[in-house]
C-alpha cells in the first residue's frame, strides 16, 4: 500500500463558528470480528443509528469539535460517505471520510495527515465507543489545552486484576503477580493529543500498540488520566450491543433522545 500522503479535504472556514482547533479522527475500518460476521462493526445499528454515526454525534456534540474525520474501510469509502450524508451532523462540525489502512496505527496517521494546518489539538476516538458523553469529550480537550500535551479519559477497575503466565488455549494459566487496583485504570476514548506530538509518534513508533497513548509513552512524554465515565464502553461482544441498547432506552425515558 503506498505511504503517500492524502489530499486535504477542501474544508470551509467559517471564523464566527465554534474554535477550529481542535478536531477529532476517528478510526472506523476495523471488521469486528467478534461482533460475529457480516457489517463492519461500525456499521452495526443501534436504536436504528448505525453505531459510527452515534460516535461522529458524540465528537460532534462537543462544541470545540470542529471536524471530524472518519477513516473508513477502503472498500467502503462510498458507502460510509453516503451514510455520514444521510445522518448530517450538529451544525458547525465538518466531517469528511478518508480510506484507512492495514492497521488501526495507519489509519489513524491517514486521519491525522489530511487535518488542516488550523488544528492544535487532535482527539482519537474508537468508533466502537459510540455514547461517549460530551462531558469527557470536553473534559479532555479542556485537559489538553490546559498544558498536557496526551489525556486519556479512565475508569478505575471494579475487579481484581491477576497477572498471569500465558499457556496455551484452554490450559491452566498460573498467577505470577495481583497488582494493586486501587493503581490501575481502565483507558477509554477519546485519548486527546497536541497535534505535533501525536504526529510525531505516529511517524516514529512502530511495532504493535494498543493505543495512541502507548506510542506517546514510547517517546517518554508522560500521558494524564482524567475521569472517564461508564456509558463510553467499547462494544465489542454481542452482549456490549445489548447494554448500548439498554443505555439508548434510559436515554430517551430521561432525556427524550
Do not use: W
Amino acid at each position: 500500500m503506498s505511504d503517500a500522503p492524502l489530499p486535504r479535504p477542501d474544508l470551509p472556514s467559517d471564523p464566527s463558528g465554534p474554535d477550529r482547533g481542535t478536531a477529532a479522527v476517528v478510526p472506523a475500518a476495523g471488521r469486528g470480528v467478534r461482533l460475529g460476521p457480516g457489517t463492519p462493526k461500525a456499521l452495526r445499528v443501534l436504536n436504528g443509528t448505525p453505531m459510527l454515526i452515534h460516535a461522529v454525534n458524540a465528537m460532534a456534540g462537543s462544541r470545540s469539535v470542529s471536524l471530524v474525520v472518519v477513516v473508513a474501510p477502503a472498500d467502503d469509502v462510498a458507502r460510509v460517505t453516503s451514510l455520514i450524508n444521510e445522518y448530517a451532523p450538529p451544525a458547525g462540525t465538518d466531517v469528511v471520510v478518508v480510506p484507512g489502512g492495514d492497521t488501526r496505527q495507519e489509519s489513524v496517521r491517514r486521519g491525522i495527515e489530511v487535518l488542516p494546518d488550523t488544528i492544535s489539538t487532535v482527539l482519537v476516538h474508537d468508533a466502537a465507543r459510540p455514547l461517549v458523553p460530551v462531558e469527557t469529550v470536553d473534559a479532555v480537550i479542556e485537559a489538553v489545552r490546559g498544558g498536557s500535551p496526551a489525556v486519556v479519559p479512565a475508569v478505575p477497575l471494579a475487579d481484581t486484576v491477576k497477572q498471569v503466565e500465558p499457556q496455551p488455549e484452554g490450559c491452566p494459566e498460573p498467577v505470577v503477580a495481583t497488582p494493586e487496583r486501587a493503581r490501575l485504570r481502565a483507558v477509554q476514548t477519546p485519548q486527546g493529543f497536541d497535534r505535533a506530538l501525536l504526529a510525531r509518534a505516529h511517524a516514529t513508533v512502530t511495532g504493535d500498540v494498543t493505543d495512541d497513548a502507548s506510542m506517546v509513552e514510547q517517546l517518554g512524554v508522560r500521558v494524564v488520566v482524567v475521569p472517564g465515565h461508564e456509558e463510553a464502553f467499547k462494544v465489542t461482544r454481542p452482549l456490549d450491543l445489548v447494554l448500548a441498547e439498554a443505555v439508548l432506552a434510559r436515554r430517551r425515558a430521561n432525556h427524550g433522545f
